[in-house]
């Protein structure tokens, strides 16, 4: 996998929001802030590799419908790697229910099943296929499908109304929190998990995506999240380990200095303190409410 910078993309002809798309479809994967891995991630290996598995299982059950995680991939949304491993079918029937097999699960509905055909594959519609996934995951994953369906101009009201016409139907509260809760703006699943432990960490809701220029008016950066009123800035970094940046001649003491600079840079242009998230640090919340509130303490003095 090569790793490309912002410099180096945008010298290539591909501008700011062309760098994002690429991200968003997965072309591109952040490592850190200006430094990106070209070419295909964990996640879209698996999603192939569930490819590969519905078309296997659809020889033997050519006219099934795609629902849950499968739609889902279909869809382009995003899903938990380790959900990926059975093909999930639908079909209506008297009595709802389902059905484990080998590599696929039967489910079992009474009610309509709103279909799309997409590439050949006859799927639950984006909105089921949404709706039926945020009621049952983790809510960090179910937040992440709910963003990108957001993202590709799924209307909030719209679920929001399919929950309350389908009152009963288990997961709904969750369904209803997601759904006010989820964003748009969020531009990959790693910033939808930390969104939702910031939130679950008691802290204010941050803007997201917000760009950051000099007295000059030269664009300088443009972080995950920022609290104004702390002064607080954050990026999602994933698992970073500077090894994995060394350019040619760089040692990792080098490059810790040039993120530094960076760091520094940006602390001068926004007045922010820039906090780093990895994904092992999202689960203790109340570690993650006390980087945050430090930093803003650490802002608070600098400007003071």
């Given amino acids: 996998m090569e790793i490309v910078t912002t410099a180096e993309l945008l010298k290539s002809g591909i501008d700011h929001p062309g760098i994002r798309k690429l991200v968003t479809s997965g072309d591109l994967q952040r490592v850190r802030r200006g430094v990106y891995l070209r070419g295909p991630d964990q996640q879209l290996v698996a999603e192939e590799q569930h490819r590969a598995l519905i078309r296997a299982v659809l020889c033997d059950r050519p006219d099934a419908v795609l629902s849950h995680v499968s739609a889902a991939v279909v869809h382009g949304l995003p899903v938990p790697l380790r959900s990926l491993g059975r093909v999930h079918l639908i079909r209506r029937a008297k009595h709802p229910g389902g059905k484990r097999f080998n590599h696929s699960y039967l489910h079992r509905v009474v009610q309509e099943i709103p279909t799309c055909v997409i590439a050949g594959l006859v799927v639950t519609d984006l909105a089921t296929t949404v709706l039926d996934l945020i009621r049952v995951l983790d809510p960090a994953d179910a937040v992440a499908v709910a963003d990108r369906a957001l993202a590709k101009k799924l209307q909030r009201q719209v679920l929001l109304d399919r929950v309350a016409a389908e009152a009963g139907r288990r997961g709904n509260a969750q369904a209803r929190q997601v759904l006010r809760f989820a964003d748009p703006l969020a531009e990959s699943p790693g910033e939808s998990w930390a969104r939702w432990a910031f939130h679950r ?3 204010p809701a941050p803007r997201l995506q917000v760009e950051f220029f000099d007295d000059a008016g030269n664009f300088v950066a443009r972080p995950d999240f920022d609290w104004p009123d702390l002064g607080v800035s954050a990026e999602f970094d994933g698992e970073v ?7 040619p001649g760089q040692d990792v003491a080098s490059v810790i200095r040039a993120e530094k600079d960076r760091e520094e840079r940006f602390r001068r242009a926004s007045g922010r303190w820039l906090v780093r998230v990895v994904n092992r640090e999202l ?7 006390r980087t945050v509130l430090d930093a803003a303490g650490y802002a608070g003095r600098t400007a003071g």
């Fill in 283 to 289: 689960a203790d919340v109340a570690a993650l409410r």
């Fill in 201 to 203: 960490a008691g802290l």
């Fill in 241 to 247: 380990k500077y090894g994995r940046l060394l350019g």
